[in-house]
T-cell receptor
Framework: DQQVKQNSPSLSVQEGRISILNCDYT??????FLWYKKYPAEGPTFLIS?????DKNEDGRFTVFLNKSAKHLSLHIVPSQPGDSAVYFC?????????????FGIGTKLQVIP | EPEVTQTPSHQVTQMGQEVILRCVPI?????FYWYRQILGQKVEFLVS????????KSEIFDDQFSVERPDGSNFTLKIRSTKLEDSAMYFC??????????FGSGTRLTVV
């Protein structure tokens, strides 16, 4: 039961260009969405989040967009840097987020080419 | 120094043996979580633990699994009788800022 779907297993982008990672969800109870970045041999690192009452949240080079009607969110990284190369997980939680369990997507491997 | 330290980093065990995975958060946290990631698959929720009690668990977290906080700082995940399909990366997490988890670096469990 894939409640959080990341349909692109991998993405390659040139350094300096924009990286766009997409995520779809099916559970309409989800109201808090997060992106995590994971390097090999490390745990996921929290990157950015967005509540369902917003449609955009920006933090430096990272911006998350939420389209509730389409049950779709995306992470934009601009400009992309080689150090951004990692696996990116989309995640979601229900009932106000906070300390609720989080459901992860399968991840998208981003490669930023110098 | 990491906020959440997990030991061991890699554990190899024979099928049927018991394993204990340990997690030590630096700050005083009340909420703890265990997640796992089987190779090539998504990160899956196992259990959440609040105020020394399990608050939620997934269907994966069956009677073979248990969690406890034996001394108020360490947080452990025990698998009583390991199966081959328990082989995975196991991540401990606490709640960080903006409701994002802070994950440990994980324990790679290999059941042979």
């Amino acid at each position: 039961d894939q409640q959080v779907k990341q349909n692109s297993p991998s993405l390659s982008v040139q350094e300096g260009r924009i990286s766009i990672l997409n995520c779809d969800y099916t559970n309409s109870m989800f109201d808090y969405f997060l992106w995590y970045k994971k390097y090999p041999a490390e745990g996921p690192t929290f990157l950015i989040s967005i509540s369902s009452i917003k449609d955009k949240n920006e933090d430096g080079r990272f911006t998350v967009f939420l389209n509730k009607s389409a049950k779709h969110l995306s992470l934009h990284i601009v400009p992309s840097q080689p150090g951004d190369s990692a696996v990116y997980f989309c995640a979601a939680s229900a009932q106000g987020g906070g300390y609720q369990k989080v459901t992860f997507g399968i991840g998208t491997k981003l490669q930023v080419i110098p | 120094e990491p906020e959440v330290t997990q030991t061991p980093s890699h554990q190899v065990t024979q099928m049927g043996q018991e394993v204990i995975l340990r997690c030590v958060p630096i700050s005083n946290h009340l909420y703890f979580y265990w997640y796992r990631q089987i190779l090539g698959q998504k990160v899956e929720f196992l259990v959440s633990f609040y105020n020394n009690e399990i608050s939620e668990k997934s269907e994966i977290f069956d009677d073979q699994f248990s969690v406890e906080r034996p001394d108020g700082s360490n947080f452990t995940l025990k698998i009583r009788s390991t199966k081959l399909e328990d082989s995975a990366m196991y991540f401990c997490a606490t709640v960080g800022t903006a409701y994002g988890y802070t994950f440990g670096s994980g324990t790679r469990l290999t059941v042979v």
